[in-house]
DNA sequence: CTTTGGTATGTTATAACATAACATTAAATA
DNA sequence: TATTTAATGTTATGTTATAACATACCAAAG
């Protein structure tokens, strides 16, 4: 890999199986999806997430023990994401705004901790799955 | 197991190991402190966990595939509870408070949400690993 | 007391998720 | 071309979690 705006091969057949729809999906799944081009093996895929979530081009659901791709330009920049996981529909909503990264910045200061990983991760009902 | 009050035997013996020290366990960990007891499957372990999580008395920790004891009277009432785990000692921290439960509810009414489970986990370096 | 039904438990096997260790290929450049 | 570096491939194994089925125990109904 030349840079982070290239991505190589297997990073590229990954990020296009995430970017098809925005669901989760396990490394396994995408295996799956990607034997036929030639994926065997479950590094493969894991080799590639790392670097995508490296780059802010996919995240990690530890909820579900699934992936996902980033819908904004980038969440690199912001204090953090939290994620709002239909247990119905398994749609999710990536939000990543002020009241999260204030939230985060505030429990930090709280506790007198200095945060390189967050996750916030909500599990439910969504509101098309509950009308529905 | 008459009541949520009390606990049947190999709930008793996982909530005494994780009761011990504040520190996370895996299932796997749990269940060979336990083989002396006469713990010998996984499936052991893990239903007991299920059961003392619904009482409130344990939590998992999903960033982590781990339990740890809940140390507050009970978590049940709040809006949530958010870890703060140390990487280097992993001390876990934690909290469950009106800023915690307020984020909560209001993710939850901006993204129009009924949220039945959540997880906030923050990784990091605590206060004291900082200094030392 | 004994049958019935529920809850807890035990056991085996396997599914699902993840990484270590090492071999090979390919591209970049000295 | 020789060297080295990044990417990839492959095998094996480690780790986490659950399915499926069998047994034991106890309490209430008959």
Not at 2 to 9: D, Q
Not at 30 to 48: C, K, T
Not at 61 to 73: D, G, K, T, V, W
């Amino acid at each position: 890999m030349t840079n982070n705006f290239e991505l190589s091969n297997n990073e590229r057949l990954v990020m296009d199986v995430l970017g098809r729809e925005n669901s989760p999906k396990s490394a396994y799944m995408i295996l799956d999806e990607l034997r036929g081009s030639g994926f065997r093996a479950p590094l493969q895929v894991y080799r590639a997430l790392e670097k995508l979530i490296g780059m802010g081009r996919v995240h990690r659901l530890e909820s579900l023990n699934a992936f996902i791709a980033c819908n904004h330009i980038s969440c690199e920049k912001t204090g953090g994401t939290a994620f709002v996981i239909c247990n119905r529909c398994e749609h999710v909503q990536e939000v990543c705004d002020d009241s999260v990264s204030l939230f985060l910045s505030g429990l930090a200061k709280k506790t007198k901790f200095k945060a390189s990983k967050t996750s916030i991760e909500l599990h439910g009902i969504c509101d098309a799955c509950e009308d529905a």
